[in-house]
C-alpha cells in the first residue's frame, strides 16, 4: 500500500509568480485536505477535496485554489505569490469524511522571495 | 486563521517522567484529535475523541475531551527518548479543522 507522497520536496519561487504543488492520495483514499504550515506553528487547513469536489474551506483568500482528479489525486495551486506563503504544505488524504482518518504526507516546503 | 491554545510551548524532561499537556479553545469541537510530528514528516494521528468527557488511552499515552467541548489534555507517561517530537491538538466540527500551535517535547535521557 502506497502512502500519501507529494511534489516537489522543495520549491523557491519568486513574489508575484504562480505555483502548483501535487499530491497523491493513498490507495483507496477519496478525500485531500491540504494544510499550510509555517514555521514554528500548527497546520491551518486550507480546503477539502471530496470526490472531485469542495467539501470545505478554511480562511484562506481565492488565490489559493485546488482541484482533485478522478483518480482522486489533487493539486494546489497558489496564485500573486507573497512572502507570508512561504510555509510548509501538508497533504493529507482519507476513505471518507471521517476526521480520525487523515493520513499525511511529507509536505512541500515553499520559499518565496 | 483560527489556532488552539496549546500548552506549555515546550518541555524539556527526564527520561521516564511522565508529560503533561492541554489544549483550550473559544469554540466548541465535536472531535478532538492529539498529533505527533516530526522533522520533515506530516502529522501522525495518537488519538481520536469523540465524546465530551471520553478518556481514551493508546498505550503510554492517555487523552481527555473536556466536558465544555472547548478542551482537551495529553498525558505521555514514563517518557523514552522516541517521545521527542512536537505534538499537536487539532479539533474538528462541520468540515473544519483546526490546529493548536504545539507543544515540543524534549526527552533527555
Known amino acids: 500500500e502506497t502512502g500519501v507522497t507529494q511534489s516537489p520536496t522543495h520549491l523557491i519561487k519568486t513574489r508575484g509568480q504562480q505555483v502548483t504543488l501535487r499530491c497523491s492520495s493513498q490507495s483507496g483514499h477519496n478525500t485531500v485536505s491540504w494544510y499550510q504550515q509555517a514555521l514554528g506553528q500548527g497546520p491551518q487547513f486550507i480546503f477539502q477535496y471530496y470526490r472531485e469536489e469542495e467539501n470545505g474551506r478554511g480562511n484562506f483568500p481565492p488565490r489559493f485554489s485546488g482541484l482533485q482528479f478522478p483518480n482522486y489525486s489533487s493539486e494546489l495551486n497558489v496564485n500573486a505569490l507573497e512572502l507570508d506563503d512561504s510555509a510548509l504544505y501538508l497533504c493529507?488524504?482519507?476513505?471518507?469524511?471521517?476526521?480520525?482518518?487523515?493520513?499525511f504526507g511529507p509536505g512541500t516546503r515553499l520559499t518565496v522571495l | 486563521g483560527q489556532q488552539l491554545n496549546q500548552s506549555p510551548q515546550s518541555m524539556f524532561i527526564q527520561e521516564g517522567e511522565d508529560v503533561s499537556m492541554n489544549c483550550t479553545s473559544s469554540?466548541?469541537?465535536?472531535?478532538w484529535l492529539w498529533y505527533k510530528q516530526d522533522p520533515g514528516e506530516g502529522p501522525v494521528l495518537l488519538i481520536a475523541?469523540?465524546?465530551?468527557?471520553e478518556l481514551t488511552s493508546n498505550g503510554r499515552l492517555t487523552a481527555q475531551f473536556g466536558i465544555t467541548r472547548k478542551d482537551s489534555f495529553l498525558n505521555i507517561s514514563a517518557s523514552i527518548p522516541s517521545d521527542v517530537g512536537i505534538y499537536f491538538c487539532?479539533?474538528?466540527?462541520?468540515?473544519?479543522?483546526?490546529f493548536g500551535t504545539g507543544t515540543s517535547l524534549t526527552v533527555i535521557p
Open positions: 487539532a479539533g474538528h466540527t462541520g468540515n473544519q479543522f483546526y
Open positions: 469554540s466548541i469541537f465535536n472531535t
Open positions: 475523541l469523540y465524546k465530551a468527557g
Open positions: 493529507a488524504s482519507s476513505a471518507g469524511l471521517a476526521p480520525d482518518e487523515q493520513f
